[in-house]
DNA sequence: ATTTTTAGAAATTTTGAGATTCTTCTAGAT
DNA sequence: ATCTAGAAGAATCTCAAAATTTCTAAAAAT
């Protein structure tokens, strides 16, 4: 196993709280994972702590970040203005193939979310949406022609699991963002771009206080670049 | 001399154009530069690969990135973007205190690039105009209220010098950036969140080529998050 | 009872050598 | 002349141990 994958697999079990949040990270223990030595988990750390997944203090060692509401709140902002302006830049270029492929990843996504709103029990399909909503949102900006967006993007969103992949699971949640993803997907086919923000906004300020997502929505009604 | 001090170093250099794009950057010589071992040097080229400062590829080692033109318009892009939602949360949350500090900011800046529109030769002034150039540019932003907002900043702002070190030296860019400087300040200082995101929008827009330059003027006028 | 000191334990950082992989150069074949 | 195979050389990657620093908690001092 390479330095490299230790690190992808690093990133992906600290964006599911494979580990506690504030857990100390000590690469003599995490070796045993991988069967390598302490310096290889090391590098891996290091990169992680670079891209904000991991906490590192000179001579005392790396941490999962502690949870927060105020970063989470932070990170919702940020989603928000990056997705709806990779979308519209999106809508723009994107051409029918790109609306072709959103309404596959919208339909994947759909059916995923249909299932688990008929299930009793959610837990076994939640590998599954997570991979499913990520593609979709990700396909949403996946043709605004701006590599630097996408991975600006990615880097906020792996952050923004890590702060907040629980509580997703009750029958309300899944019932909204049914519609939710729906509602954003008639948007963008119809090019409608301030309607696309609009729902793209609604979408994601249901991670804000509610004192925060009146701010954010008045902010919405402002122009932009 | 600590791998966290090796990082803040190569980060620095390569900011500047220290090195040459698409120079290959080997541990085993670096670490004469800084008289710690390879291993040490390693550490922090991959922190740096993480950022985007430096491309690593598997069992081929370190180089520092090519330039490229659609490189440098993405990261505009992102400025723009970035700069101006947080501009606009500091007009609305930073206060008195904020708008002092911008002032003294960009009283800083301008009497720099007054001295360099007065002088023969611009050279001796970068180091100091690179730093003016940067405070402004982050007080700017400072009273938004998200270290993550500031944190995804700093990040594209280091991208984007390391595209963009030279053609920053003549007569014409220094008079075009004190008036832009200037009407940024004035627009700020007004509580005109329209014309703020206008004006910077307006200052980093040179850095596109005209057609994009058209385009992404479009895309100002619409209405963001 | 509270604070300070200190010695031992534990964790982190650094190092340099060995193993592995890639690149370049050369000789021979097409 | 071009292409391929193989060997020599160079760079990269991995590792375990040494050096440094921090942490813990018991003893001493206030």
Redo the contacts with the bound molecule.
């Keep these: 196993m390479?330095?490299t994958d230790i690190y992808a697999s690093l990133q992906h079990r600290l964006i599911t709280n494979d580990f506690e949040h504030g857990e100390?990270l000590?690469?003599?223990q995490l070796k045993q994972d991988y069967?390598?030595?302490?310096?290889?988990v090391?590098?891996a750390l290091f990169r992680l702590s670079t891209e904000g997944l991991v906490d590192?203090?000179?001579?005392?060692?790396?941490r999962v970040p502690l949870k927060s509401p105020i970063l989470l709140a932070e990170l919702t902002h940020l989603r928000i203005l990056l997705e709806a302006e990779g979308t519209v830049l999106s809508i723009r270029h994107g051409g029918v193939a790109w609306e072709a492929k959103l309404t596959a990843a919208h339909h994947q996504l759909s059916h995923i979310e249909k299932r688990i709103h008929a299930a009793s029990d959610s837990a076994p399909f939640m590998g599954l949406w997570f991979n499913a909503e990520l593609e979709f949102h990700q396909t949403l900006i996946s043709a605004c022609n701006s590599d630097s967006l996408k991975a600006m993007h990615i880097q906020i969103y792996r952050k923004f699991r890590q702060q907040h992949m629980d509580a997703d699971r009750n029958f309300e949640f899944i019932s909204m963002n049914i519609q939710h993803h729906h509602a954003i997907l008639v948007a963008a086919l119809d090019g409608n771009e301030n309607l696309t923000r609009q729902k793209i906004h609604d979408h994601l300020a249901r991670h804000l206080e509610p004192a925060k997502r009146v701010q954010s929505a008045e902010l919405a009604k402002s122009s932009s670049i």
């Design positions: 390479s330095e100390k000590r690469a003599e069967g390598c030595s302490a310096s290889t090391r590098e590192f203090q000179e001579q005392r060692g790396f």
